[in-house]
């Protein structure tokens, strides 16, 4: 397991307001030192984290394991090892991948305010959940309700953003597509009626009359055009795929809409991408 480090080069003494620099390891913890005041300063003070009673190592690991993008119960049976001599409890895991993941659903909800796309555009939608139809009177209780998530991708790029949506009508796409993707941008879709007129023959295409150029195929047909390889939405559908086994191998059973921000988190950022942003937050802000 690699080192990193999660404490800021430099804080801000909150007495006198001078910047501390450079901390240094002394009890097994990273402390700051203030010339004006002679004092030393934990470096969790006035932080995020100031109220944590982990070990400084303890914390470090727990962070990494979030960088590996393992879950609660994955990291628990990790520190679990004696090879680490962690004596973390479960509650404390979950409490921290809990703080870590608001961090990264954060990053996603700064993305989905910002994200605009154009070029060529794949547009999809998918259903993450949903209640299997039965007539067994007794049957088990769904912890989650129905969803279904709208992906929209740039090829060239892969720059992408999903988002929840009620159902899969008119204005729960359009309205998405209209605000994240930029006019005269090549859309490729499915034949899902809201893209398409499928009641005529030939079939025609709603979205031109948005300012799109727009492809789609018929996945009752074929999944790839024979005629015209480009069209196609293979690269969404890829998407899908990752998102769910994501999941899947997470077993997320709560709060969809929390693992698809911590999966694009891990997905868009490299590795020390993610660790700066983790730890300019817990050095900053307040989330305990």
């Known amino acids: 397991m690699n080192h990193i480090q999660i404490v800021a080069d430099f804080k801000v003494c909150h007495f006198c307001k001078q910047f501390m620099i450079f901390p240094q390891f002394l009890d097994n913890d990273y402390f700051f030192y203030c010339n004006n005041c002679s004092l030393w300063v934990n470096w969790k003070a006035k932080t995020s984290l100031e109220k944590c009673k982990v070990s400084y190592f303890d914390l470090e690991m727990l962070v990494i394991l979030f960088l590996e993008n393992k879950s609660p119960s994955q990291a628990l049976s990790t520190l679990k090892n004696p090879f680490f001599a962690s004596t973390i409890t479960k509650n404390t895991v979950y409490k921290y991948f809990n703080l870590f993941g608001d961090i990264a659903f954060s990053y996603y909800k700064q993305k989905v305010r910002s994200t605009f796309l154009s070029g060529e555009i794949e547009l999809g939608e998918t259903v993450v959940f949903k209640v299997k139809r039965t007539r067994a009177k007794r049957r088990r209780n769904c912890k989650l309700k129905y969803q279904w998530l709208l992906g929209i991708i740039e090829r060239k790029s892969k720059d992408f953003i999903v988002i929840p949506i009620c159902t899969r009508n008119e204005p729960s796409i359009l309205i998405p597509l209209l605000k994240y993707v930029e006019c005269e941008s090549t859309i490729y879709t499915d034949c899902l009626s809201v893209y398409v007129k ?79 942003f983790i730890r300019n937050h817990i050095n900053s802000m307040r989330f305990l």
């Not at 709603?206 to 799109?212: A, N, S, T, V």
């Not at 996945?219 to 069209?231: A, K, Q, T, W």
């Not at 293979?234 to 911590?262: F, P, V």
């Open 198 to 276: 499928n009641r005529k023959l030939p079939k025609e295409s709603r979205l031109i009359d948005y300012g799109y150029n727009h492809h789609y195929i018929d996945h009752s047909v074929e999944f790839v055009s024979e005629r015209f390889g480009h069209i196609h939405t293979n690269t969404i559908e890829r998407l899908w795929k990752s998102i769910k086994t994501d999941l899947r191998s997470k077993r997320i059973t709560t709060g969809y809409l929390k693992a698809i921000g911590r999966f694009y988190f891990h997905k868009t950022l490299t590795k020390e991408q993610q660790l700066t």
